[in-house]
């Protein structure tokens, strides 16, 4: 598959709209992920594809988005990282507050994705694909890490990983079962998710610092 491919895949199965609680920002969304789900899988001839998280603002990167805007000081002029861009919304909202954004997933739709938004919305990034998990980063001054707790192994991963790190990490997260509980609360959001997901139309999410 070529990037050109899976741009064209997004673009065919999306439509740049506003996010929910952060209207200042319209990413590439699916109005349904579900069919885009059956699509994907058809379309690599992948019975196991992973559910197309590029697709979807989640609730924890909306929460980090929103505070990331409203609190400009904490990314500004700063080497920022969005690990797990999904969409890339967190790593968007990061450049639009003066940071310089490194985005990185290991989901090459994301990554397609997140070039693919970041210019809709005239920023920046740079965007990879390498698992960093593991890596020392030293260049990075802030890890901004949205929705990433919703599988064990990686979690644990993401946890050990995360304490080795010499930067802050401000995660979010609206009640997934595998986020740390060593977190200090920074701000606390209502965020409206698709019911077809989340089987409620809104989640509470928590932007919080990362306590080692
Ligand atoms: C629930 S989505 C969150 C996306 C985005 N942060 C948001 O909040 O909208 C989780 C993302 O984590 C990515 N991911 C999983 N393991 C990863 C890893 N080791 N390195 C980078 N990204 C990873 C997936 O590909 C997926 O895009």
């Not at 940071?99 to 965007?127: F, H, K, Q, R, Y």
């Not at 192994?153 to 986020?179: H, K």
Request: charged fraction near 25%.
């Amino acid at each position: 598959m070529t990037n050109d491919e899976r741009r064209a895949f997004v673009l065919e199965h999306t439509r740049l709209s506003p996010v929910p609680l952060v209207p200042e920002i319209a990413i590439r969304r699916a109005d349904a992920v579900t069919p885009v789900w059956f699509e994907l899988a058809r379309w690599l001839d992948d019975d196991v594809v992973d559910v197309p998280f590029w697709c979807v603002p989640w609730a924890g990167g909306q929460a980090l988005a929103r505070y990331v805007l409203d609190h400009p000081d904490v990314v500004r002029g700063k080497r920022v990282l969005d690990f797990a861009c999904g969409g890339g919304l967190v790593a968007i909202a990061a450049a639009r507050a003066g940071a310089t954004v490194w985005a990185v997933d290991i989901d090459p739709m994301a990554a397609v994705t997140t070039s693919l938004n970041a210019a809709a919305n005239g920023v920046e990034l740079e965007v990879t694909t390498r698992n960093v998990v593991g890596e020392s980063l030293p260049d990075v001054a802030l890890v901004l890490a949205g929705d990433v707790w919703y599988e064990p192994a990686p979690s644990a991963a993401f946890r050990r990983w995360f304490r080795r790190l010499a930067a802050p990490v401000i995660t979010a997260d609206s009640g997934r079962p595998y986020a740390p509980r060593r977190i200090r609360e920074l701000a606390r959001y209502e965020v409206p998710t698709p019911f077809e997901l989340e089987a409620r139309t809104t989640r509470t999410a928590r932007v919080s610092m990362f306590e080692r």
